[in-house]
T-cell receptor, first 115, second 117 residues
Framework: AQSVSQHNHHVILSEAASLELGCNYS??????LFWYVQYPGQHLQLLLK??????LVKGIKGFEAEFIKSKFSFNLRKPSVQWSDTAEYFC?????????????FGSGTRLQVQP | GAVVSQHPSWVICKSGTSVKIECRSL??????MFWYRQFPKQSLMLMAT?????????EQGVEKDKFLINHASLTLSTLTVTSAHPEDSSFYIC?????????????FGPGTRLTVT
């Protein structure tokens, strides 16, 4: 079965610092990839998604992610974080060709941005 | 567009009682709905997948008789926690996928916090 690993469980950054959150998955076939964000007290929101084409995907709020197929990775980046980016970030994968319709989520990374 | 609501947002019940949680797609028809459970500071764990008009598919380890799922219409799915116990206390989140969403994007509801005393 496919799995998703987010190695950074808790990241603390100062405002204006650059961010990179790791996401690796274990499935050799075709995948759809997602990053979701959960702000404190709010529901999951889609940050960005990759289905096909350009492996560098740009999302909302200045976030981007790069799909590196050879590394089974889909890392999330932002050049300069803001205090308002404090939230929980989840990477999710949909493994195509498995018949499975649900997403598999990583364990999440809690980002804390200090002013 | 693509709004999913859940009701109630927060519920407290006594041990042994049953609780029903509703998940509605407000502006699209959801052919598939998913129910997740999220423990504090942990990820979402898929409980079951339901298609409108058919029985839900439960993940391994999820008790079908305890977590009853009904997807009676294209805009409503319900999760009933039967004979709830304190260990069932958790955050329950639903998501929905529309008939036109061939890319498997899901839209999430705000979640329901269940506390069993």
């Amino acid at each position: 079965a496919q799995s998703v690993s987010q190695h950074n469980h808790h990241v603390i950054l100062s405002e204006a610092a650059s961010l990179e959150l790791g996401c690796n998955y274990s499935y050799g076939g075709t995948v759809n990839l997602f990053w979701y964000v959960q702000y404190p007290g709010q529901h999951l929101q889609l940050l960005l998604k990759y289905f096909s084409g350009d492996p560098l995907v740009k999302g909302i709020k200045g976030f981007e992610a790069e799909f590196i197929k050879s590394k089974f990775s889909f890392n999330l980046r932002k050049p300069s974080v803001q205090w308002s980016d404090t939230a929980e970030y989840f990477c999710a994968v949909h493994a195509m060709d498995t018949g499975r319709r649900a997403l598999t989520f990583g364990s999440g990374t809690r980002l804390q941005v200090q002013p | 567009g693509a709004v999913v609501s859940q009701h109630p947002s927060w519920v407290i019940c006594k041990s042994g009682t049953s609780v029903k949680i509703e998940c509605r797609s407000l502006d699209f028809q959801a052919t598939t709905m998913f129910w997740y459970r999220q423990f504090p500071k942990q990820s979402l764990m898929l409980m079951a997948t339901s298609n409108e008009g058919s029985k839900a598919t439960y993940e391994q380890g999820v008790e079908k008789d305890k977590f009853l799922i009904n997807h009676a219409s294209l805009t409503l799915s319900t999760l009933t926690v039967t004979s709830a116990h304190p260990e069932d206390s958790s955050f329950y989140i639903c998501s929905a996928r529309g008939a036109r969403d061939v890319r498997y994007e899901q839209y999430f509801g705000p979640g329901t916090r269940l506390t069993v005393t």
